[in-house]
């Protein structure tokens, strides 16, 4: 059983800062890449940011030069900082992880819980 735990979410003021977490348990054999998606009232799911095993990263572009998306694959934990916030990116943010819980089986993409993120005066 796979479960990945986020954490960070919360009210903020423009121009704020705010960093989610998200850590990865359970019976994992290893993790591809890792990414973060939002989801706002009366849209689709969007990409915001991706990392690959290697370090490799793609972002979304309305949050180019303002979050920064890491990992630490010890801790199996992925991270997003994001600077600069506006009220635009209000909303529930999802992290995504593809991975292996055994060898010589296919990847799967697992799912957090989502987690609240609110920008307003």
């Known amino acids: 059983q796979v479960q990945l735990v986020e954490a960070g979410g919360g009210l903020v003021q423009p121009g704020g800062s705010l960093r989610l977490s998200c850590a990865a348990s359970?019976?994992?054999?290893?993790?591809?890449?890792m990414s973060w998606y939002r989801q706002a009232p009366g849209k689709q799911r969007e990409l915001v940011a991706a990392i690959t095993s290697g370090g490799a990263t793609n972002y979304a572009y309305s949050v180019k030069g303002r979050f920064t998306i890491s990992r630490d694959n010890a801790k199996n934990t992925v991270y997003l900082q994001m600077n600069g916030l506006n009220p635009e990116d209000t909303a529930v943010y999802y992290c995504n992880a593809d991975l292996r819980r055994r060898s010589f089986t296919p990847s799967y993409p697992y799912w957090g819980q989502g987690t609240q993120v609110t920008v307003s005066s």
């Open positions: 359970g019976s994992i054999f290893s993790i591809n890449a």
